[in-house]
């Protein structure tokens, strides 16, 4: 190496030498400065809406009511089963046997909870305590212890009527005024209302639905043919209510198809208007005309029919529902949209399961919609209709209400409950896991809930029809339990909360009932059995948070 390369190269050494010293010297200033300057308070943050914080407190919330307040709950209810057992069955004993037992119960439960803190040292200090406790209560228990016309020619007034309300809606039309046009079609079918129903008057009515559905198809005109449909279908109310004015003198059956081929006529003109053109209607307005379609072709032909051939009811909730059903298809062949494709198979299912009751009773009608609410919500997960799952839950829960009709045979109706209530919550959380995450977990609580709620009652009820009745509160235990359970077993918070909520209930009869209204040896089993319950799940509670720690 040259004597030059070798004179720069320690120059460059020297510089950074330097360099090194500067940055340190500046580093102690700093350091000196930041020990002298006190430090102010951060602010505490605020989570961001829909951020995982919010989570994590509910999941924090659950475990702190599973490891704090369960265990204390559970030892004190099974110190106070041990206390029963002492005040009613220790006095048979003599006086070192009664004082031997209760301080060997007491000196038991102690060492197991020693044993217990060697793993779970709050657990098994809580139980220890109660140990404690229970000697404390045989020491007391010793010494203290003591339960709502105007032209005579129908023929003249009704063609006069049609003529003018043609022209009004010819001119309506040239015009492009949805005000004229709403002016002729309320006029003309209030009118209607105004004279004896017969059939020239149904045909006149027709035709005002069409005019009022070309100005739909026509000019995508809403409110018009919305007004029109309530005014058809108030019409046929009031002539409905007339007793002889539909075909009078005729049999029952002429009159009762007189007045289905029109409301059918309804339902199809404006059902035919409506999946004309429905991605050109707004998701409100089509909506609206789907949805009051059919309560008024449902509520008018339920009526119609029960007033005049009441053994064809069931066949009439069967036809609407497969007209409901054939709108879907139509509806999304014609691209609708899914709000409206829903809305034909909610209404569908809906029509279905107002239909049964005019077909079976008691434990038939329970059965039949335990089976309609579970094939609409599984229906539901598999072609994507969260509407029709909805419904589906709500089925479910008309069913398990109807559990008190027959008067036997509930066990296996609640069962069945159970059963569909479950499959429907793992059928939406399958379903939910195909969304976008922000609508994964509002969509998938809500029915969750719902589903959870259901199958809790269906339990809760369940058991209460096995148990004997003064074992009822043991039983609500005892659900709890099998939620907890279920909730463990599909890794679901919603049923062990559930559980969590029966917990409270039988708590509070337990302290309001069963302390004055058992007897001894009932009140002794149901203390010491939902003592070890609550202990067993919050021991439970206690070793899956010792694995997250």
């Known amino acids: 190496m040259a004597e030059g390369d070798a004179q720069e190269l320690r120059e460059v050494v020297r510089r950074l030498e330097e360099t090194v010293s500067r940055l340190e010297a500046r580093i102690e200033r700093l350091e000196t ?26 999941r924090d919330l659950e475990a702190h009511l599973g490891t704090y307040w369960l265990s204390r709950v559970g030892i004190v209810a099974l110190i106070i089963g041990f206390a029963f057992l002492i005040i009613y069955h220790f006095g048979e004993l003599g006086v070192l046997v009664r004082v031997g037992a209760g301080y060997l119960l007491s000196a038991g439960l102690a060492a197991l909870g020693l044993w217990l803190s060697r793993r779970h040292e709050l657990f098994g200090r809580i139980v220890f305590g109660g140990g404690l406790a229970l000697a404390y209560f045989v020491t007391y228990a010793l010494h203290f212890v003591p339960v709502v016309r105007v032209i005579h020619s129908e023929p003249l007034a009704l063609v006069l009527l049609a003529l003018n309300v043609v022209g009004i809606v010819v001119i309506a039309q040239r ?35 069409g005019g009022a559905l070309f100005f739909l198809v026509k000019n995508r005109w809403v409110i018009v043919p919305l007004s029109s449909l309530v005014a058809v279908y108030s019409t046929h109310v ?50 609206s005309f789907a949805l009051l379609n059919w309560v ?42 899914p709000a409206l494709i829903q809305a034909f198979l909610a209404t569908s299912v809906l029509t279905l399961a107002l239909g049964l009751p005019s077909h079976y009773e008691d434990t038939a009608l329970v059965r039949a919609w335990t089976a309609v609410g579970l094939t609409a919500g599984i229906a539901g997960r598999v072609l994507g209709a ?31 409950l159970l059963v569909s209530f479950t499959l429907v919550e793992r059928a939406s959380v399958a379903q939910s896991d195909r969304l976008p995450p922000p609508l994964q977990g509002r969509r998938r609580d ?35 339990f099998g939620l907890f359970a279920l909730g463990f077993a599909v890794r679901e918070r919603w049923y062990r909360l559930v559980g969590l909520a029966v917990l409270a209930f039988t708590l509070g009869r337990l302290l309001l009932v069963d302390l004055s209204g058992l007897p001894p040896d009932q009140r002794i089993l149901t203390f010491i059995l939902l003592g070890v319950m609550l202990l067993a799940v919050s021991y439970v509670y206690t070793r899956l948070r010792g694995r997250r720690s």
């Open 296 to 337: 008024g072709m449902l509520t008018l032909g339920a009526v119609e029919v029960e007033r005049w051939g009441e053994p064809h009811l069931f066949a009439f909730f069967v036809t609407l529902a497969l007209a409901q059903s054939a709108g879907a298809a139509v509806a999304r062949g014609r691209g609708a949209s």
């Open 386 to 416: 969260g509407a029709l799952r909805v419904v589906g839950v709500g089925i479910l829960y008309v069913a398990l209400g109807a559990t008190w009709l027959p008067p036997s045979g509930r066990a296996l109706l609640y069962a069945a």
């Open 33 to 58: 400065a930041a020990t002298e300057r006190p430090v102010p308070p951060r602010a505490p943050s605020t989570p961001t809406p829909g951020a995982p914080e919010p989570l994590q407190e509910k």
């Open 446 to 480: 809500t029915l969750q809930f719902f589903c959870a709620a259901g199958a809790g009652l269906a339990l809760v009820w369940l058991v209460g029809e096995l148990m004997p009745r003064e074992l009822t509160t043991l039983g609500w235990g005892v659900a709890a």
């Open 238 to 287: 009031v002539w409905a209510m007339r007793t002889e004015a539909i075909a009078p003198g005729q049999p029952d059956s002429e009159r009762l198809t007189l007045s289905l081929s029109f409301l059918a006529l309804y339902y199809l003109l404006f059902s035919v208007a409506l999946l004309v053109h429905p991605r050109e209607l707004s998701r409100r307005a089509g909506l």
């Open 175 to 209: 015009m492009q005024s949805e005000t004229v046009a709403g002016i002729a079609l309320f006029l003309g079918l209030h009118t209607g209302m105004l004279s004896d129903i017969t059939l020239f008057t149904l045909m006149s009515t027709t035709l005002l639905a």
